[in-house]
C-alpha cells in the first residue's frame, strides 16, 4: 500500500508541472499591463516601466517560469500585485471559507444522494424510485447559481429565515446559520449525481451471483444490500466522489459570487478583473492542486477497499478510464 | 408412518410479468425427494429448471415475477405461505443452494473464511471463534488442504476446482436437509468435475442430505443421481429413477437428448444427431403439448390437448399422449 | 476478400441495430418528452421572430419592471422595459448554438486526440494523458474563465473556451474505450490480415465507440448550455443587449428583491432545456445498453 501511494505520488509531479505551465501561459496572454493597471491612469510611463522591471515582468517567459517555479518549491508563491502582500497569506486567508463550504455541501450529498440511490435500487421501480430519480435529475439540471437565487429569494428575502450574505462573524451558530443556503445550493446538484450514480452501480451489483449467494444463505436483506452489494458498489461511487469535487469547487466560485461568501472564488473572479497575475497565478493553481490531492485521495482509498487493486497493480491513472 | 420425503412440490406454478407478456416460466411442476437421496432435473436453458430451485429457495424476484400456484411441502410447512422471517431461517440452514460459477458465486472483497463464518453466525448463536472453527472444519471436510491459512484468503486466490469446494462448504456448513446445487459442475473443467461430483456423494453419505442438482449435462445426471425429472418448456415430460430413465425412456425429448450425446464408437463422419426447431416462446404456450412443435412423431391430438403426467409404471411417470397407451412409438425408436 | 465479407456483415448489423435502437428509445416515454423539449427549444430558437411578441431588444424604461402578464408582456419586462418573453425566446438561440458548437468542438478534437492516444500508446499516449490530467486538475469553470479573460466576450469566444475546456473528458473516454477494444479479437485479426492502422481506427474501432460518445455528447450539451450561462452570468460571457439566458439571469440578480420574475423565468428555461437533453441523453444510453430488457 505504501509503495503504490509513493508510486502515485512521484505521478502526480509531471500532472502539477502541467498545472503550472498552463496557468503561466495563460496568464501571460491576458491582454492588459498589471503594472500600469496597478499604477492608474495617472501614472507616467517611467513609472510603469519601474514597476514592471521590478515585478520582473520584462524578463523572458521561460525565465519567469524558472523563477516562479524555485519559489513554487520553496512555498513562495510571490506577492500579490494590488494587495501588497504575499499570495500565500491570501490564499490562507481565504481558502478555509471556500473549504468549509465545500465540504459542508460534500457531506450534505453524500448523507443524502448515497442512502437514496441504495434505496432506489433496492425498491427499483416503485414509486419510491420514481419520483427520488425524477428529483435528482431535475436536481442536476438547475444550474447552481439559480437555485441559489431561488432559494435566496424564498428564505432570505420572502421568509427572512436565513442570511444571504457573507458568512457570519458572531461565533459558530452565525456561521452555521449563513453556511446553510450556500450549500444547500450546491449539495442539490451533487446529490442528484450521487444517488442516480449510487443507483445504477448498485443495480448492477444486485444483479450478480454472490448477491444470489449472499440471499441463499438466509442472511437478512439490510446485511446483504450494506455489507455485500454496497461495499461493491462502493468504488465507483467514490471515483465519482472525487470527479465531483472538481464540480463542487466551480459552483463554489459561483455560489461565492452570490452569496458575497469570503471565499477564494470570488477572490480569483476579481484577481482576474484587476489583472493581479500573481494571485491569480497562486489561486487558480492551488485550486488545482487541492484538487488534484483530493484525487489522488480518492483513487487510494479505492485501492484500499479493493483487495485485488492492493495485490499488485501496476497501472497509471491511465490504466483505468 | 414417518414419510421418508425430505420435500415434496405439488403443482408449482411461477410466472414472470413483463413488458411484452406473462411468461410461464414454471407451469405446473411436481415432484418430491425423498431423505438423502439425490434427485436431478434436467432440460435446456429457458427449460425452468433454475427457476424452480429459485422458488424453492424463495428466491424469485418480484416483481417481475410472482409464484402463483402449488405447494412446497418442507418438514412439515408450506414454504410458499411461510412468512419472510421463517424463510430466512430455513435459507442457508435447512436448505442450502450453491450456484454454477464459483468465481462470481464468491464475494470478492471478503475472505473465504469470512463468507463462510457468515454462513454459519447467521443462524446459530455462538461466538466469532466458534464459527471460524466450524468454517475451517468444513474446509477441511470438502478436501481443501491448509485449511487454517486458506481460511484468510480471497476467492481470487483459489483455483476453479477449490473455489467451487468451497462454496459447497458453505452450503453444507450448517448441515442442511435439502442442499439445492445449480450446474455446480457446467463451469469446471472435466476432470475437476468429477471430483466435485465424487464430493458431493461422499457428503451425502456423511449427512444424509438431499441433494436436488438442476443440470443440462446427461453425465451428471448418470453419476450422482437415484432420481430424474426432464422438464420442458415449464413443465415435466417424464419422471423416473436414473436407470430406468436410461434403459426405458418414453417421452420423445429425452430420446432426442439421449441421440445427441456423441458416441465415441460412431464414425467420425457421423452426423451429430440434433433435436429440430427451437424451445417455445414462453409468452404464448398454448393448449397444446409443448413440445408438438419438435417432436418427430406429433400428431393432432398433441397439438390440441396437453398431456398429463401419468404413472406409466411404479415411479415412473411421462406426459406424452402415445407413451402412456400406445405401444407403437417404441418400436419407431428403434428405427 | 475476408475483410470485406466481415465488412458487409457488420453493415447489415448495424442496420438492425439502428432499427431496434429507435424502437427501444421511442418506447421509453422520458426520453420522449425529453426529445419534445428540445425540439421546442430548437423550434425557438429556429423562429424566434415567429414566436416573439415583442422586439426583444427594445428599449422602453417607462415599461420597466411590470410583472408578468401585465399590458400584454407575457412574462414582464426587465430593467429596461424589454419583454421578458421575448428575450427568453432569442435567447434559446445563444443557448442551441452554444450547446451543439462547443459540444462539437470538444468532442471532434477530443476523439482524435483519444484515438492518437489510445491506439499509438507509448511516449504520444503518455504526453497527450498527461496534458489532459493536467486540464482535469481544474474546475471547469475556472478554466473557461481563465480562458475567456485572456479572449475576450462574445459568441465566438464562448464557444471556444467551452470546447476546449471538454476536449479532456472525450479524449479520456475514448481513450479507455480504444484500449478496450484494441484488445479484442476481430481487431487484432485485421491486423495480422495487414489492414492499414487508419482503416482499422475508422472503420472497425470508432464505430465500436460511439454509443458511448453519443450519450456522452448530449448530456455534455446540457453541460455546456449551464456554462454558457455561468460565464454570461459572471459577466464574461455574452454581453447585452444580445440576449442569453446567462445574462438575464444576471441582471435577474441585481434585481432579485424588486423583480424576482426575471430571474426565476430565466433559470427556469435553463433548466428545462437542459433538464430535456438529460432525459433524452439517459433514454439514448439505456436504449443503447445490450443489458437491457426489452
Known sequence: ?321 | ?335 | MEENVQLNLELMKKEQKANSFIRKLLRNKTAVIGLIIILITIICALFSPLLSTHDPNKVNTVEAFKKPGEDGHILGTDEYGRDLYSRIVYGSRISIIVGVLATSLGAIIGIILGLISGYKGGITDNIIMRLMDGMFAFPFILLAIVMMTVLGSGLQNVVFAIGIANIPSYARIVRGQVLVVKEQDYCQALVALGASKFKIVFNHILPNILSSIIVYATLNIAGAIISEAALSFLGLGIQPPTPSWGNILKSGKDYLITAPHIASFSGLAILMTVLGFNLFGDGVRDALDPKQKQ
Open chain 2, 1 to 335: 408412518m414417518m414419510s421418508r420425503k425430505q420435500i415434496e412440490v405439488k403443482n408449482l406454478k411461477t410466472h414472470f410479468n413483463t413488458a411484452s407478456g406473462v411468461v410461464k416460466a414454471v407451469d405446473g411442476v411436481s415432484f418430491s425427494i425423498d431423505k438423502g437421496k439425490t434427485l436431478g432435473i434436467v432440460g435446456e436453458s429457458g427449460s425452468g429448471k433454475s427457476v424452480t430451485a429459485s422458488s424453492i429457495m424463495g428466491l424469485i424476484p418480484s416483481p417481475p415475477g410472482e409464484i402463483c400456484g402449488g405447494e412446497i411441502i418442507f418438514e412439515g410447512k408450506d414454504l410458499l405461505k411461510c412468512k419472510k422471517d421463517e424463510l430466512l431461517d430455513i435459507r442457508g440452514k435447512d436448505i442450502a443452494m450453491i450456484f454454477q460459477d464459483p468465481m462470481t458465486a464468491l464475494n470478492p472483497v471478503f475472505t473465504v473464511g469470512a463468507q463462510i463464518s457468515e454462513a454459519i453466525l447467521a443462524h446459530q448463536k455462538i461466538s466469532k471463534e466458534e464459527a471460524k472453527n466450524l468454517a475451517i472444519k468444513a474446509l477441511e471436510t470438502v478436501g481443501i488442504p491448509d485449511a487454517k491459512s486458506r481460511y484468510k484468503s480471497y476467492p481470487h486466490e483459489f483455483s476453479g476446482g477449490m473455489r467451487q469446494r468451497a462454496v459447497i462448504a458453505m452450503g453444507i456448513v450448517c448441515n442442511p436437509k435439502l442442499l439445492i446445487a445449480d450446474e455446480p459442475t457446467t463451469a469446471l473443467d472435466v476432470t475437476i468435475q468429477a471430483q466435485i461430483l465424487e464430493l458431493m456423494k461422499d457428503l451425502q453419505n456423511k449427512l444424509d442430505t438431499s441433494i436436488l442438482i438442476i443440470t443440462h449435462d446427461l453425465g451428471v445426471i448418470w453419476e450422482i443421481t437415484d432420481y430424474v425429472m426432464v422438464m420442458y418448456a415449464g413443465r415435466t415430460v417424464e419422471y423416473a429413477d436414473t436407470i430406468t430413465l436410461y434403459d426405458r425412456a418414453k417421452h420423445p425429448y429425452i430420446w432426442g437428448l439421449l441421440d445427441s450425446v456423441p458416441n465415441l464408437e460412431d464414425g467420425k463422419d457421423k452426423v451429430l444427431n440434433t433435436i429440430k426447431g427451437n424451445p417455445p416462446d414462453l409468452r404464448a404456450t398454448g393448449d397444446g403439448c409443448n413440445f408438438a412443435g419438435r417432436c418427430p412423431y406429433a400428431q393432432d391430438i398433441c397439438r390440441k390437448k396437453q398431456p398429463e403426467l401419468l404413472e406409466i409404471e411404479p415411479d415412473h411417470f411421462v406426459a406424452c399422449h402415445f407413451q402412456t397407451f400406445d405401444k407403437t412409438l417404441e418400436k419407431r425408436r428403434g428405427e
Open chain 1, 1 to 321: 500500500m505504501f509503495k503504490y501511494t509513493l508510486k502515485r505520488l512521484v505521478q502526480l509531479i509531471p500532472t502539477l508541472f502541467i498545472v503550472v505551465l498552463i496557468v503561466f501561459i495563460i496568464t501571460r496572454v491576458i491582454p492588459g499591463d498589471p503594472a500600469a493597471v496597478m499604477l492608474g491612469p495617472q501614472a507616467s510611463v517611467e513609472d510603469v516601466e519601474n514597476l514592471r522591471e521590478k515585478l520582473g515582468l520584462n524578463e523572458s517567459i521561460w525565465s519567469q517560469l524558472g523563477d516562479y517555479l524555485k519559489g513554487l518549491l520553496k512555498g513562495d508563491l510571490g506577492d500579490s500585485y494590488y494587495y501588497n502582500e504575499p499570495v500565500s497569506d491570501i490564499i490562507a486567508e481565504r481558502f478555509p471559507a471556500t473549504f468549509v463550504l465545500s465540504i459542508s455541501s460534500m457531506i450534505i450529498s453524500l448523507l443524502v444522494g448515497i442512502p437514496i440511490g441504495v434505496i432506489s435500487a433496492t425498491k427499483q421501480y416503485s414509486k419510491f424510485d420514481y419520483i427520488t430519480m425524477i428529483l435528482a435529475l431535475i436536481g442536476i439540471s438547475m444550474p447552481v447559481f439559480w437555485l441559489a437565487l431561488m432559494l435566496v429569494l424564498i428564505f432570505s428575502v420572502n421568509l427572512g429565515w436565513l442570511p444571504s450574505v457573507g458568512m457570519g462573524s458572531e461565533g459558530f451558530v452565525d456561521i452555521i446559520k449563513h453556511l446553510i443556503l450556500p450549500s444547500i445550493s450546491l449539495a442539490v446538484i451533487s446529490a442528484g449525481v450521487f444517488a442516480r450514480f449510487t443507483r445504477s452501480s448498485m443495480l448492477d451489483i444486485i444483479k450478480e451471483d454472490y448477491i444470489k449467494t449472499a440471499n441463499a444463505k438466509g442472511l437478512k436483506q439490510k446485511v446483504v444490500v450494506w455489507k455485500h452489494a454496497f461495499k461493491n458498489a462502493l468504488p465507483p461511487i467514490i471515483t465519482i466522489v472525487g470527479i465531483q469535487f472538481s464540480s463542487l469547487l466551480s459552483g463554489a466560485i459561483l455560489t461565492e459570487t452570490i452569496f458575497s461568501w469570503p471565499g477564494m472564488g470570488k477572490l480569483i473572479v476579481d484577481a482576474i478583473e484587476k489583472r493581479d497575475y500573481s494571485l491569480v497565478q497562486g489561486g487558480v493553481i492551488f485550486v488545482a492542486f487541492v484538487y488534484v490531492i483530493i484525487n489522488l485521495a480518492v483513487d487510494l482509498s479505492y485501492a484500499l477497499l479493493n483487495p485485488k487493486v492492493r495485490a499488485g497493480f501496476e497501472g497509471t491513472s491511465e490504466g483505468r478510464k
